[in-house]
T-cell receptor, first 111, second 112 residues
């Protein structure tokens, strides 16, 4: 089993749709959680950090459930520009601070 | 200018050749990383360094070596390239406090 697993996707949605991605992690000692966005052939860039209390940034909401060891990302009112691959990243400071990446979920938003 | 700069951005080489990918950063971060990404997959950690005197193997270090020449510079070498090392390589730094990673634009390597 992979340490970080994401919905396999791909997700194909119309503009304006709401879409949710889930990610599970196996290491209960994990301490920091992130969603990164990666456009085709480009470098990943931080979309949001994920906190236990949940956090929202405009149309994006991220939540963490430590008891069930999963992280979610909700995108409301999808835009064409949201089309990308979304990477779930888990960091365990106890593991020398290394970050572990999920394989990513690809989202395509269509007109 | 980018905070994390990788060179070369694209390289085609032949099996058995020695290749060096270079990375420099202006973020002032102590922690630097080299990742590899294959199509449809996430990033796999090759090597990481938490300061100039600290070098650690990641998940897939076989066939690779690194050098941390200074806080700002971290290079990755393939001593004898093979075709299955064809991939997109990313250098990154991280903020010690938040864990956020900052990536270079990537180096696309093709080994024929």
């Amino acid at each position: 089993r992979k340490e970080v697993e994401q919905d396999p996707g791909p997700f194909n949605v119309p503009e304006g749709a709401t879409v949710a991605f889930n990610c599970t992690y196996s290491n209960s000692a994990s301490q920091s959680f992130f969603w990164y966005r990666q456009d085709c052939r480009k470098e990943p860039k931080l979309l949001m950090s994920v906190y236990s209390s949940g956090n929202e940034d405009g149309r994006f909401t991220a939540q963490l459930n430590r008891a069930s060891q999963y992280i979610s990302l909700l995108i409301r009112d999808s835009k064409l520009s949201d089309s990308a691959t979304y990477l779930c990243v888990v960091n365990n400071w106890g593991n020398a601070g290394k970050s572990t990446f999920g394989d990513g979920t690809t989202l395509t938003v269509k007109p | 200018d980018a905070d994390v700069t990788q060179t070369p951005r694209n390289r085609i080489t032949k099996t058995g050749k020695r290749i060096m990918l270079e990375c420099s950063q202006t973020k002032g971060h102590d922690r630097m990383y080299w990742y590899r990404q294959d199509p449809g997959l996430g990033l796999q950690l090759i090597y990481y360094s938490f300061d100039v005197k600290d070098i650690n193997k990641g998940e897939i270090s076989d066939g690779y070596s690194v050098s941390r020449q200074a806080q700002a510079k971290f290079s990755l070498s393939l001593e004898s390239a093979i075709p299955n090392q064809t991939a997109l390589y990313f250098c990154a730094t991280s903020d010690t406090d938040t864990g956020e990673l900052f990536f270079g634009e990537g180096s696309r390597l093709t080994v024929l």
